[in-house]
């Protein structure tokens, strides 16, 4: 349930908008919070173009994106964006594929489940980035150290989710299953399988986010190449409208990996959202 | 009921992997199959764990990471639950926020730590800082989504029986919000770990993340998995804490499957 | 939504008989204590035979044709189908649920979910089994809504399309669990009449599991009553009405009216029976 709730965190304020409204209804318009976000870029370049805040830390907005432009155009920045990318997809493609055939093996069964389960407890809670060091004697500087780090903080809401969805497939498909014969490897592919994809996919979402966080983290830490260690190189450098057009560009790139995703799971598990909205609850 | 032999076969059965792992490496390690110098045996590392526990050296940095990690989530959550509340309840006040925080919301946290250094230095209100920033959204998420879901029934009868706004607000809407909110903390938790470890690693200043870091770039082999050792502990304790309080606040709602 | 043309001919009832030889079904409850659910029921069904099994709610009647079904194993006694055994999943049942709407598969189209109930067993061409599929769509009158999900459908048509895809699995029995209960009134007549049109059409072995006294009487050839838990047969009834069987006229007619009337004083008399059992 934890990681279905995970599930709102991803998805955003955006998400499925409940038709309920409580409390004083005001005409549904966003202008007031559009020409908040106007108010605070302006404050931010006013503040920055009149010295009222006097700090090379400070550039003006206009700057940062005039900076961004050019980064990205000269080509400072594309290929850290692309190595960063190539790392977060291989990272992330690896604890995927551990992950979803762990869950259904926990899930179905019960000797996995026994001798596994409680391991993946054990070791969920440890702060992904403290795995780091140790790591670092074991496999160095170089790629497999962040590939690593980021499988395994992709593995655990992946397995965790794949669990939780194979639990929750109602027992009536099973017994819909057995009356017409399907075998047991049928039964998986067409029964288990697609009534568990929506606990799945939203797993792998929410790894999606947190392989993007590990990702930069590594980068900072034992960074070599990619947008983290470019970050941190920028700050010591001071050169501070570098730092936040890359900030801008990575959030970019969350942004719309995040909403790429949703796109993908809206068309793979187009059923789901297609029932919720014909009002059919049961 | 369950019978003691099943028991014995549950906790036998998850015992088996972590104990098949740690002896044979004890034993790849002995033999020297394994580099003993980057993957000492497990009783060695036990060993300089102890040392770390019994030394009491652990407790400075300890201390050090709890103290940020409980000030920077405690201002995150409260920010974001009264936030969240009122972006719940009005829809005039979500419209006014609602796209600041998206377009603050999908920026990876970490990413911020250099700016915020920039600004702050390397000490505590950094890390702070990026503690509650890291645990505010998921919380904010989840309190408007469940303030929205008290059922507008609930607060009819509320107001049918003459109950006022006050006695609405915290009979009713926060109670039956609880559970969104506390998944949202809970997801915080995590992140706000991540975040105060990763902090203590760019700052240097003390502290677990500090601690596990320093050790790797002395070429402290041992006392590097001993520290993880030390932040796993302390994450399971943390994760533990927040279950069971969890159980208490949300009583009436059904156990959560995990 | 008529389906008068399958009353053309009724050909020969197939399939074996079907025994259910004292069974005896217990349930060890979590605490170590057991439940006596079934208490040796025997039933002999003849091949086309349209068997009813009415008794009050709770008395084990689900447990009952779940163990027929092969879902669940008796824990004593055994069900043969002609000389088989029938042990784990019958090749020639077919279950219908009383949650039509969880039955069907929602990531599935309403054809896609006929054809799942055969498709695995026989192997034959896509466009075969298409055809296979639009025949049974068509005899529950659902023929244009094959594309479409079965949660776009109402109560009523979900019922259709779980009959149609049981039927389409060609069962030589049809187990139904409370197949009706949860459609409104009109609905179930409608049903009813489906129901018997197709089962006068493939001639399979019927056993219906109710606690509604009418449809059972409406339905069957015989009716056994079933006591309250642990479930054993109190009686067998021949209904004895003339078939085909017509919504309005054969329930007002006066033979239904008298078994009507001697299966709910025998229910409602018994103590321990439904009347017991509505405080």
Known sequence: MTQLVADNETQGLSGPKRSVSIGVRVRNSRASGVLLVVLILCAWELSARTGFVQSTNWPPFSTVMATLVVDVTDGELLPLILSTLWRLARGYGIGFAIGIPLGFAIALLRPVRLVVRPTIELLRPIPIPAIIPPLIFLLGLGDSLKLSSIAFATLFPVVLNTIAGVMAVEPIYDQVAKTFGVSRWTALRRVVFPAALPFVLAGLRTALGLAVVVTVVAEMIVGQDGVGYYLVSMQFAMRAADMYAAIVLLTLIAYLLNRAFILAEGRIIRWTRLREASGDAS | ?258 | ?279
């Open chain 3, 1 to 279: 939504m008529s389906v008068t043309a399958l009353h053309q001919v009724s050909p020969a009832p197939q399939g074996a008989r079907l025994s259910i030889d004292k069974i005896g079904k217990v349930f060890t409850g979590p605490s170590g204590g057991s439940v006596k659910a079934i208490d040796g029921v025997t039933l002999n069904v003849e091949p086309g035979e349209f068997l009813a099994i009415v008794g009050p709610s709770g008395c084990g009647k689900s447990t009952l044709l779940q163990v027929i079904a092969g879902l669940m194993s008796p824990s004593s006694g055994a069900v043969r189908l002609g000389a088989q055994d029938v042990t784990g999943e019958p090749a020639h049942m077919v279950y219908l649920f009383q949650q039509y709407g969880k039955s069907l598969l929602p990531w599935m189209s309403v054809a896609e979910n006929v054809m799942f109930s055969f498709r695995h067993r026989i192997v034959m061409t896509r466009s075969a089994a298409r055809a296979r599929c639009d025949e049974y769509l068509a005899m529950v009158g659902l023929l244009d809504f094959a594309d479409h999900y079965p949660w776009q459908l109402s109560g009523g048509m979900q019922q259709r399309v779980a009959i149609a895809r049981a039927l389409a699995a060609e069962p030589k029995v049809l187990l139904m669990d409370e197949p009706f209960s949860s459609v409104d009134a009109l609905t179930r007549l409608d049903l009813h009449a489906l129901i018997l049109d197709l089962w006068t059409a493939k001639r399979f072995t019927a056993v219906l599991v109710t606690h509604d006294v009418d449809e059972a009487i409406f339905l069957a050839d015989r009716v056994a009553v079933l006591t309250h838990r642990p479930a054993s047969i109190s009686e067998v009834i021949d209904t004895n009405l003339p078939r085909p069987r017509l919504s309005i006229e054969t329930r007002e007619s006066p033979n239904f009216l008298a078994l009507r009337h001697r299966l709910l004083a025998h229910l409602l008399a018994r103590p321990g029976g439904a009347a017991h059992d509505a405080r």
């Open chain 2, 1 to 258: 009921m369950m019978r003691a032999k099943d028991r014995l076969i549950i906790v036998a059965a998850g015992c088996s992997l972590p104990a098949v792992f740690l002896l044979g490496l004890e034993f790849a390690s002995r033999n020297g199959w394994v580099n003993p110098t980057f993957l000492p045996a497990p009783s060695a590392i036990f060993a300089t764990f102890a040392q770390i526990i019994l030394t009491g050296a652990f407790f400075a940095p300890l201390v050090h990471t709890l103290t940020l990690l409980f000030v920077g989530y405690s201002i995150g959550c409260i920010a974001a639950i009264s936030l969240g509340v009122l972006m719940g309840y009005s829809r005039a006040i979500y419209n006014l926020f609602e796209p600041l925080t998206e377009l603050i919301r999908p920026i990876p946290k970490p990413a911020l730590l250099p700016a915020l250094i920039l600004f702050l230095g390397l000490g505590a209100p950094m890390e702070i800082t990026i503690v509650a920033l890291g645990s505010f959204f998921p919380v904010l998420i989840n309190t408007v989504q469940g303030v929205r879901a008290v059922d507008p029934v609930m607060i009819d009868t509320a107001r049918t029986f003459g109950h006022k706004s006050p006695a609405v607000w915290r009979r009713i809407l926060l109670p039956a919000s609880a559970p969104y909110v506390l998944a949202g903390m809970r997801i915080s938790l995590g992140l706000a770990l991540l975040l105060v470890v990763t902090s203590e690693m760019l700052s240097g200043n003390g502290g677990l993340g500090d601690a596990i870091l320093s050790a790797q770039r002395s070429f402290l082999v041992k006392e590097s998995y001993a520290w993880l050792i030390v932040l796993a502990l302390v994450g399971l304790v943390l994760t533990a804490i927040f279950n069971w309080t969890e159980k208490r606040v949300a009583f009436w709602q059904a156990p959560q499957a995990q």
